[in-house]
């Protein structure tokens, strides 16, 4: 533990927490290697093929479209420019750690005001106009299929999936976890620098209040030692931080597999092409029949939400 | 562990009498060196077993670094020359008395007599905090706790922080920046050169560093372009004591000029950032102005445009603007 | 016929020691197994100790012993300090000590010990501990009386216009009044109204306080720095509970103590129960950086005050409220400054309302003037103030309000000896050339302002009844005995001189004997309250008077006749008109010879029991005078200094330059007139850095103290001090004592500093910024009308 954490004294000499230590960030980036060393060698020892699957399909299936919308403009302005920021953060948090300094903290957290700002637009947008519950949720089965998959070279392939496959899904909600986690300790480590918007102010008036947060008997009101919120808020920060190295890393790597392209394409244009949607995708789970998509949800939740204007080929 | 402070802890110390030796020696220690010139900022460091060098490079006995010698184009200072030569050095104070004034007013004729002026650019900061041992930002800590609402924070600075908002220390800085002087920074493999401006860097570049000097660095020599020989020269610090006290503000200015038209400025301002900081907009004001009061004052104004006051050092930024105007003024 | 020795320049005999280094201050000192014992400090304001793990500590080389708070003598029940402690209510303040060979192997241990500290809630600034559940600097409460911890707290209404820059005056602990103040200010042409806040300032004088002890056949040989020796050595025996005649003090120099050494101090019992426990001679030396926190300070003032002025510029009526920022244990200077204002403006009609208020900041002490040099400080810009409203000059409102002797002053209505208050001030106008200065007041050249101020500075100067003892050896000489602590002043040689000008010697013919309390020393004064020059001059004079008596009467009882036929000079008793004559050698052999009360076997009753042991020492070595001062005299002794003060002021960048300074002083009779230069502009120097630069950086999220260094700390450097100094004296002596001299050390430093500060004032146009010390960004603040960062906040950035 004391490896990965680091402890510095307090004005008051008591040893407090203080942050994650550097190398933790080597730990992430040798992680980051790993998984994706680890994943090309699990590929080719279960003999995938390096291409992406088409399905063999002739002409206009059942009302299918040629091109199947996947992300609308908004929604894909919204990835690219939270994918852009997420990447300055990274960048400009890690990058000066490795020995190229520049001038980073404006930047950075600049990154991050964009950030909050895509997120806020990305919630609000995907519970009013989006089909909230195809990326939010969550089927036992869906999974247990996913990971014999993952670990037995007997199993089948996982069932095809809705228009967000389990993994998706899941990277989705750690990225949640992760980014909200990092997103708080960054708010709250901004109020401690110089900021258009506030002065800086290096204590947290409701949490690091331990010395004047004493009770009558002067012992303190709360445990936590003087000095040490700020550390907490690094550690949580720190650990997101080069969590996300993995995890964006991750990200990316499966965005430029060969096999997985039309996720790429989708993003980038937009759309995909029915051979795409029908090899890769459940049509039940996923209808696009006359452009209007619809799922239902496991839950029975109500999923008449329209993810983008009808759009058929001319 | 309990704290004790005023006395050195023991450390090796070498003293090499070639450059090319204390680089290798440099090299050899790499974080667990420590450049030793006049010492003045060093052992206050020692002393308060803040900093723990386990080896300690005396640069004393080089004499390739000491001195100042007429160059082809100005006057090339050795590292180690003292304040006091520097101030009393003839052509020093003929051509550019900007940096003999600057040099005179550090501290006290003991400190002038053993502190260097590689020294005393190369110094640390003296922010309270910081010089307590405190593991804020600089020390490589989470925190500056001089910039919360009750610090103390009346010595730092209005403009040009990032996180850290301490100020640079040094008398010597604003004027070599303002005489544009270029820096020699000797590495073991490398031999750079840096204008005055870029040798001094901000937090938000390394916010454990003040200049650009890293472990294994060593500044040679200090060069004064002729450029700005004979220029019209201010210099002006303030402080709270006559002696033995760093500026709250002072500046640094060369003008040419015909008559009372400013034909080119370099000014430069220290006290007020972790930095020296040069006023670019307010040389573009003055360059090709005459000069009258209320260009000085227009001067003090964009002197201090974008710059932001902590609890306790508002008053910075007046102090500021009215050594920018005096300078700006001392040309009619 | 010899020189005469009063009012004349002789160098001091210690002064060649002192400029070739000779001179042996505490830590010079070395004996044979010496160990040295460092401290280990609180980091907190205010803590107990839970826990101390040594271990690793007492298995470092080098390592001897630990001492903990409960070996050392602790007061309990009360405030009181303790040489080292468990329950720290500073930061800085000694938890244990740690000796070993070498002081490099010592500090290295105190960094293996761990200390488990409790954090305690803690208080820097007295008002903040006066607020509705603010914190107190002890666990038991704020207040101490009738043997018990309690807490007194204002009401929120008292401190409704604080924001404002109201001073708040809840709630008083100490009050007294005269004449009737609500008639007088109904009646006052004018009344002003301020609230002022005066900073604490620490001492640090130029020698820390180490000292070096070690115990030899059960008599503890000490080695301190401290402004009183004979005093000192009671002090130490109290402390350790043993008989004072079991201690050896050397004490010969002491870099200066301003009141912080009065007699030695309290960690001074650290080295002498350390080096009993351990067998091992003890040196302990004391850092700038540990000095900054136990070397004392003194209290700082958040004040109200209301003056009321009649037309004519006479101050009929002053309502005064202190409250006093007291450190862990206490101080006194509140009380002093109400007496003061009395004293300098004599209103007739006056309320004095204060509270001392415990802080856990370092310990205060008396510090140069305590409390008198605060209050002229504070005080005479409010007065530049009203003689500007009044259209009057300050000069003359100064007159007006200056006491004659007989003043009465106080809650008890107190009396003076003598007061050459406003021949000071009249004298010092001359010098100073006040009148034409006027022309200057408020010239404006470029940025500068020009100001000019007086400051009128009274301060105690003397008490009485004291022992003298000398002795005339078979050499010939007088040995005069001191047991005062030589701080640097040359009160210690000075004093001398009433008994050589008796006796008729030249100088070079008196031997001082001081130090070594091994050598024998009189009861004598502590060295503090500017008491010595007067205490011993006299005290020197009775036992010069003495020895003069018993060599007169030794020559008749020689030679025949009646004592009064003979008279002496330079060292020779002779028959008046001619005939025979004995050297002083000769006399003191007959001296010996013939006993009793001629060489010290038979004392004088009256003489104090502390002085007998000394006495009893040195009898039978020659003719002793030995004496007890029984002049007598009613009434306090007090000295005075005007101070006249001529600034520039840059309304740019808020600086201040002093630029002429002139100081008269009324301190009765001249004993030698360069020290007295020396004191008088050495004390105004000392109080020009108090009204201008001095000060403390607390931290007040962790309590701690930043400006800890003598540079960061901010006293006067030489650049500060005006080229231009002139001191001089008004030079009527006392009437109620044999020599007519009365102390000084202490008047400068208010003159100093009020001079200044009134000046400050004046170039301002007649405003008061009532805070001080006056630094550039506060000066600056204001004349850019930018609202002040600090309003009554007792510590300042
Ligand atoms: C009480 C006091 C008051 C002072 N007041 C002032 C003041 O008013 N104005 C002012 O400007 N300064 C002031 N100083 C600072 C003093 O002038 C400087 O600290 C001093 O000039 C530093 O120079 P030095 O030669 O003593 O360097 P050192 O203390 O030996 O070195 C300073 C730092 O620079 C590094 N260094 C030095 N030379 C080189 C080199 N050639 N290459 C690479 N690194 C190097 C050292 O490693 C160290 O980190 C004051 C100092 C004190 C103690």
């Given at each position: 533990m004391g490896r990965w954490l680091d402890f510095e004294s307090n004005p008051w000499g008591q040893e407090v927490l203080q942050g994650v230590s550097l190398e933790l960030m080597y730990l992430a980036i040798g992680l980051a290697v790993l998984f994706v060393v680890g994943h090309l060698v699990w590929y080719r020892s279960r003999g995938f093929s390096e291409h992406e699957k088409t399905a063999d399909i002739q002409g206009s299936v059942a009302g299918i479209p040629e091109r199947i919308v996947r992300h609308t403009l908004p929604s894909r302005i919204f990835h690219w420019t939270m994918g852009a920021s997420m990447l300055v953060l990274l960048i400009t948090a890690f990058v000066p750690l490795l020995g190229l300094e520049f001038a980073w903290v404006t930047i950075h957290w600049i990154a991050g005001a964009v950030l909050i700002l895509t997120i806020i637009y990305h919630v609000i947008h995907s519970i009013l106009?989006?089909?909230?519950?195809?990326?939010?949720s969550f089927n036992v089965r869906e999974a247990i299929g996913h990971f014999r998959h993952l670990l037995s070279s007997k199993s089948t392939e996982p069932e095809k999936p809705g228009k967000y496959p389990f993994d998706h899904r899941m990277y989705h909600q750690g990225i949640v976890v992760v980014s909200l986690a990092a997103i708080v300790t960054g708010v709250l480590m901004t109020l401690r620098i110089k900021t258009p918007f506030w002065e800086p102010n290096a204590y947290y008036p409701l949490v690091d209040q331990a010395i004047s947060g004493l009770n009558e008997l002067g012992e303190p009101a709360i445990t936590v030692l003087p000095g040490e919120a700020t550390g907490f808020v690094f550690v949580i920060h720190g650990i997101a931080g080069v969590a996300l190295i993995v995890m964006v890393a991750a990200h990316i790597y499966f965005a430029i597999r060969p096999d997985k392209r039309y996720y790429l394409w989708g993003m980038i244009r937009g759309w995909i092409d029915r051979k795409q949607y029908l090899a890769h995708f459940d049509p039940d789970k996923w209808s696009v029949v006359d452009g209007t998509i619809q799922e239902s949800p496991p839950g029975g939740a109500i999923a008449d939400s329209t993810v983008s204007a009808p759009r058929v080929d001319d | 562990m309990a704290i004790i402070r005023d006395m050195i802890p023991a450390f090796e110390l070498f003293q090499p009498t070639t450059v090319e030796d204390a680089l290798a020696l440099m090299a050899e220690h790499g974080e667990g060196g420590w450049v030793l010139a006049g010492g003045l900022d060093s052992y206050d460091w020692f002393k308060d077993r803040i900093k723990r060098p386990e080896a300690v490079i005396d640069l004393g006995g080089i004499d390739e670094l000491k001195g100042i010698i007429d160059g082809q184009d100005g006057l090339e200072i050795g590292a180690m020359t003292t304040l006091t030569e520097i101030v009393r050095h003839e052509r020093v104070r003929s051509e550019y008395i900007l940096l003999a004034d600057a040099a005179e007013h550090v501290a006290t004729p003991q400190i002038r007599n053993q502190g260097t002026l590689g020294g005393n650019i190369s110094q640390d900061t003296r922010c309270w905090y910081y010089r307590s041992g405190w593991a804020c930002y600089r020390a490589g800590g989470n925190t500056c706790y001089a910039a919360a609402p009750q610090a103390m924070n009346r010595e730092h600075a209005i403009t040009g922080t990032s996180r850290c908002v301490a100020v640079n220390p040094s008398d010597t800085a604003p004027a070599l920046v303002a005489l544009d002087a270029k820096m020699t920074v000797r590495g073991r493999r490398s031999s750079n050169v840096y204008d005055a401006e870029d040798f001094f860097i901000g937090p938000a570049t390394d916010i454990t560093r003040m200049t650009v000097l890293e472990p294994g660095d060593l500044l040679t020599q200090i060069d004064i372009p002729s450029e700005w020989a004979n220029a019209h020269f201010y210099y002006e610090k303030v402080r709270d004591r006559g002696s033995w006290d760093f500026q709250l503000v002072s500046v640094a200015a060369a003008f040419k000029t015909s008559g009372n038209t400013i034909d080119d400025a370099r000014i430069a301002v220290n006290g007020v950032a972790p930095f020296p900081v040069r006023l670019d907009a307010v040389e573009r004001l003055v360059k090709g102005a005459a000069v009258d009061e209320a260009l000085a004052i227009e001067a003090g104004e964009i002197a201090i445009q974008g710059s932001r006051p902590l609890k306790h050092n508002e008053y910075k930024q007046p102090m500021m603007s009215n050594l920018v105007r005096r300078a700006v003024r001392s040309v009619a | 016929m010899a020189e005469k020795i009063i009012g004349t320049d002789i160098a001091p005999q210690d002064l060649v020691a002192k400029i070739t280094g000779r001179a042996k201050y505490a830590e010079d000192f070395r004996a044979d197994g010496m160990v040295f014992a460092k401290l280990l400090l609180s980091p907190m304001p205010h803590a107990r100790v839970r826990g101390v793990d040594t271990t690793k500590a007492l298995a470092m080389p080098g390592v001897i012993d630990i001492l903990r708070a409960d070996e050392v003598r602790q007061i309990e029940g009360r405030p009181g300090e303790a040489s080292l402690t468990d329950e720290p209510l500073y930061e800085g303040q000694p938890i244990l000590a740690v000796a070993a060979e070498t002081e490099e192997q010592a500090a290295a241990a105190i960094e293996e010990i761990e200390v488990d500290f409790e954090p305690l809630p803690f208080v820097l600034d007295p008002l903040d501990s006066l607020r509705p559940n603010g914190p107190n600097a002890y666990t038991g409460g704020n207040r101490f009386g009738g043997g018990e911890f309690s807490e007194l707290k204002w009401t929120d209404a008292d401190f409704e216009e604080i924001e404002a820059g109201r001073m708040p005056n809840g709630e008083a602990a100490v009050e007294w009044t005269k004449g009737d103040i609500d008639t007088a200010f109904s009646e006052s042409d004018l009344v002003l109204e301020e609230s002022i806040v005066h900073q604490s300032l620490t001492h640090h004088p130029m020698e820390t306080r180490s000292a070096m002890m070690y115990w030899e056949n059960g008599k503890l040989h000490a080695f301190v720095s401290t402004q009183s020796a004979q005093r000192t050595k009671y002090a130490i025996a109290g402390t350790l509970n043993i008989d004072p005649e079991d201690v050896i003090l050397v004490a010969e120099y002491c870099g200066g103590g301003f009141g912080s050494k009065i007699s030695g101090n309290t960690h001074m019992e650290v080295p002498a129960v350390f080096s009993r426990k351990i067998g091992r001679p003890v040196m302990l030396r004391i850092t700038r950086y540990e000095e900054n926190y136990i070397g004392r300070a003194r209290p700082g003032f958040q004040s109200w005050l209301k003056m009321g002025f009649l037309d004519d510029g006479t101050c009929n009526a002053i309502d005064l409220y202190i409250v006093q920022e007291s450190g862990p244990f206490g101080a006194g200077d509140f009380n002093t400054a109400g007496m003061i204002a009395d004293l300098v403006y004599t209103p007739q009609n006056m309320r004095f309302r204060g509270i001392a208020m415990y802080t856990n900041t370092p310990p205060k002490a008396a510090q140069r003037g305590p409390g008198g040099a605060q209050i002229v400080i504070m005080m005479e810009p409010i007065l530049e103030k009203a003689a500007r409203q009044l259209g009057l000059d300050r000069l003359e409102v100064h007159l007006k309000n200056a006491p004659d002797a007989d003043v009465g002053f106080g809650p008890r209505n107190s009396t003076l000896t003598s007061v050459y208050a406003k021949e000071a001030l009249e004298k010092g106008a001359e010098i100073f050339d006040w009148a034409g200065k006027q022309e200057l007041s408020g010239r404006r050249e470029g940025s500068k302002v020009t100001g000019i101020g007086i400051g009128l500075s009274p301060y105690t100067a003397g008490s009485r009844g004291y022992d003298g003892l000398m002795v005339i050896h078979p050499d010939g000489k007088l040995y005069v005995h001191q047991g005062l602590g030589n701080l640097g002043t040359h009160s210690i040689m000075d004093t001398a001189r009433p008994a050589a000008e008796i006796l008729n010697l030249n100088w070079d013919q008196v031997e001082l004997v001081w130090g070594d309390s091994s050598r024998g020393m009189p009861r004598s004064s502590v060295q503090a309250g500017s008491q010595t020059t007067h205490a011993h001059s006299r005290a020197n004079h009775a036992a010069g008077m003495d020895a003069r008596a018993k060599v007169l009467e030794v020559a008749a009882q020689t030679l025949g006749g009646s004592p009064s036929n003979y008279d002496m000079d330079n060292g020779r008793v002779f028959r008046r008109g001619g005939g025979a004559s004995m050297t002083f050698a000769q006399v003191a052999e007959r001296a010996i010879e013939l006993g009793g009360r001629y060489d010290g076997h038979e004392l004088p009753d009256n003489i104090h029991a502390t002085t007998v042991p000394a006495a009893n020492m040195l009898a039978g070595q020659g003719l002793m005078g030995v004496a007890r001062d029984n002049y007598g005299g009613s009434g306090g002794v007090y000295s005075w200094v005007a101070g006249f003060a001529l600034v520039e002021l840059d309304e740019e960048t808020g600086v201040v330059d002093i630029k002429e300074y002139v100081a008269v002083t009324d301190c009765g009779t001249v004993l030698h007139p360069r020290s007295l230069g020396a004191q008088v502009l050495g004390g105004s120097i000392q109080g020009m850095g108090q009204a201008m630069t001095q000060r403390w950086v607390f931290d007040p999220k962790w309590g701690v103290p930043f400006a800890n260094r003598l540079y960061t700390a901010r006293p006067p450097g030489i650049l500060d001090v005006p080229l231009d100094m002139k001191a001089d004296a008004v030079g009527i002596p006392d009437p109620q004592t044999p020599v007519g001299a009365k102390g000084i050390g202490e008047p400068p430093v208010g003159a100093g500093g009020a001079a200044v500060t009134s000046a400050v004032a004046d170039a301002m146009g007649g405003h008061c910024l009532c805070r001080t010390p006056l630094t550039p960004d506060i000066i600056l603040a204001e004349l850019e009308g930018l609202s002040q960062p600090f309003t009554l906040e007792q510590h300042i950035g």
């Open positions: 106009w989006q089909d909230f519950w195809s990326m939010m | - | -």
